[in-house]
């Protein structure tokens, strides 16, 4: 298929209505902002009512209330609960809606908890949930409910805590609200003589990692700004009886966060939203763009000048929110490339400092996770995909592809290849997004014939579905998310057929006026619990889009 058989005005209408899609979601500051209501949910609401229900259930019945009227409305008719209200049913967010509707109101909630466990007893328990981590989260609540003895759950090993590198590598991400439910077990788990003593000598430091992230938030009561998170971490220290003015900052910070249908949000996402939205613009031509310059500057404002204590990161980073968040390389290298491709000068010092920052966080492995070197944590890290999004941000600030640095992470990214050629992805849907982005990488550093870029897009080629479309690559309907990744990746690779096809798909795929709808296909928890990202979406369709133009004029 050639540009002719798309249509050349066919395709420009719709980069250009794509594109005003797109600016009609940025706000004034720079964001593109989609709201809340695309992050409402369930683990944040059944987090935040479990917190209040342990740290202030005299004092919220209102909010636990609301909270609960909310779980209850969003359970699916097949008795199950979805991260996101709306999609299917999915193990972990039924495993811990039921789990905190039976704690805070046994009677009153018996009806939807049956329906939960019944649900979850289809599935084949929580057993089967194909997420260790995730088991271990939901056999937490199950102890809250009662289900489960304290003997039962499996310990958080407060002791570690004394050794803080290790004690990062082994929870990375995870480290403020496995030290929390950490010191909690201290009082409500049987312990060791030798763990009791170990706990106390902990105990000390595993504050210190907890405080540490909440000081750096500003002490305004969150962790990451997520309910979630922030529900583990304060039913943790409310259970355990300490800190009490974190526990009393986070209670304020339910109350002030609750929106009116009863919800809770997971972080948001303004720079997650705004690095792929305005990467979009760029490679479909809007470079010069007010709206492409409004994200420059809050990317240059949004990066971290202060080191993140708690994961022993230094400073120079961005996070996926707002300009207290939690560092992240994935975000960092994207917002790399973005303020590398950007016109104007005003950029190149926050370049650089991203550019230290992504260096230092490389493993010594060659490959990069979430922002913990060398985690040992799977759903952290080392992750391909993140690997190749490093890499790419590295050769647009100017790293030339023979650094050592990108050499290490090359060989590493041979060695992580899947026996079928393909990729994983930690933070999206296997496996084509994250072939796709490796298949790029190989190209862009010279290796197109290597016998890894040649599987990596043999993969790809054969994970087209029939109408042109990709989807997961293991027959799943095609995404537009999934689509533009694989096309734009084609493009850079020659493979310019195979790309036609996939645009011919993005162009049906249109909405009526421009834009396409978002997919689930970001995994908040890994093959659990997805959502969708509508400036990710536009992104992927504007970059694949403004490529396949470029190279067919």
């Not at 788990?189 to 763990?195: A, D, E, F, K, S």
């Not at 990709?470 to 057929?497: F, K, Q, Y």
């Not at 049906?508 to 990202?533: F, K, M």
Request: glycine share 12%; charged share 20%.
């Amino acid at each position: 298929m050639t540009s002719a058989h798309t249509g050349t005005e066919e395709l420009a209408t719709a980069i250009e209505e794509g594109a005003e899609a797109l600016l009609a979601a940025q706000r004034p500051d720079g964001v593109f902002d989609y709201g809340a209501s695309s992050l409402r949910s369930t683990l944040a609401t059944a987090g935040a009512i479990t917190a209040l229900h342990f740290a202030d259930p005299g004092g919220a019945p209102d909010l636990i209330g609301a909270g609960a009227d909310r779980l209850r409305r969003t359970q699916n008719e097949d008795g199950g609960w979805a991260m996101v209200p709306g999609l299917p049913s999915e193990p972990g967010p039924t495993a811990v809606s039921a789990a905190a509707l039976h704690l805070v109101d046994p009677a009153g909630n018996a009806e939807q908890v049956a329906a939960g466990r019944r649900w979850l007893d289809d599935y084949g328990g929580l057993e089967a949930i194909p997420h260790p981590e995730v088991v271990l989260w939901c056999r937490q609540f199950y102890g809250f409910a009662g289900w489960l003895a304290p003997s039962q759950m499996r310990r958080f090993p407060l002791e570690l805590a004394l050794v803080p590198g290790l004690y990062r590598r082994l929870f990375d991400l995870r480290l403020p609200m496995a030290s929390a439910l950490g010191l909690a077990q201290t009082r409500h788990r049987p312990l060791t003589r030798l763990q009791q003593r170990l706990a106390r000598w902990a105990e000390p430091k595993a504050l210190l990692c907890i405080r540490q992230a909440f000081e750096h938030e500003g002490s305004a009561g969150s962790w990451s700004e997520d309910a979630w998170v922030t529900g583990l971490v304060c039913a943790g220290l409310a259970r355990a009886g300490l800190a009490p003015d974190m526990v009393e900052a986070a209670v304020g910070w339910f109350r002030r966060t609750m929106h009116p249908d009863g919800s809770w949000a997971s972080t948001p996402l303004d720079a997650a939203w705004t690095m792929y939205a305005a990467r979009g613009l760029l490679e479909a031509g809007y470079r010069d763009h007010p709206g492409v310059a409004a994200a420059r500057e809050l990317f240059v404002r949004l990066q971290q000048h202060r080191p993140f204590l708690a994961f022993g990161c230094p400073p120079g980073f961005w996070g996926w929110s707002g300009p207290n968040g939690w560092p992240a390389v994935l975000e960092t290298g994207e917002i790399i490339s973005v303020l590398a491709r950007s016109p104007g000068t005003g950029q190149e010092q926050a370049i650089a400092q991203g550019v230290a920052w992504l260096s230092d966080r490389q493993d010594s492995r060659g490959s990069w996770g979430l922002c913990v070197r060398n985690t040992k944590v799977a759903n952290s890290g080392p992750c391909p995909m993140t690997t190749a999004q490093a890499v790419d941000a590295l050769l647009d600030a100017g790293v030339p592809a023979g650094d050592k640095r990108i050499r290490r992470a090359l060989r590493w990214l041979g060695r992580a290849q899947l026996p079928d050629g393909g990729y994983e992805s930690v933070w999206y849907r296997e496996h084509t997004m994250g072939t796709a982005a490796v298949l790029e990488t190989f190209v862009r550093c010279g290796q197109t014939g290597s016998t890894a870029a040649v599987r990596a897009r043999d993969w790809l080629l054969g994970a087209r579905n029939a109408d042109g479309s990709w989807g997961d690559g293991h027959g799943a309907p095609g995404t537009v998310e999934e689509t533009g990744w694989a096309v734009s990746s084609l493009l850079a690779a020659g493979e310019r057929e195979a790309a036609a096809d996939g645009v011919r798909w993005l162009l049906a795929a249109r909405l009526p006026g421009g834009g396409w709808t978002p997919h689930p296909v970001h995994e908040y928890v890994r093959r659990v619990s997805r959502y969708a990202n509508p400036g990710f979406t536009h992104g992927m369709a504007l970059r694949a889009l403004g490529r396949f133009q470029a190279v067919t004029r």
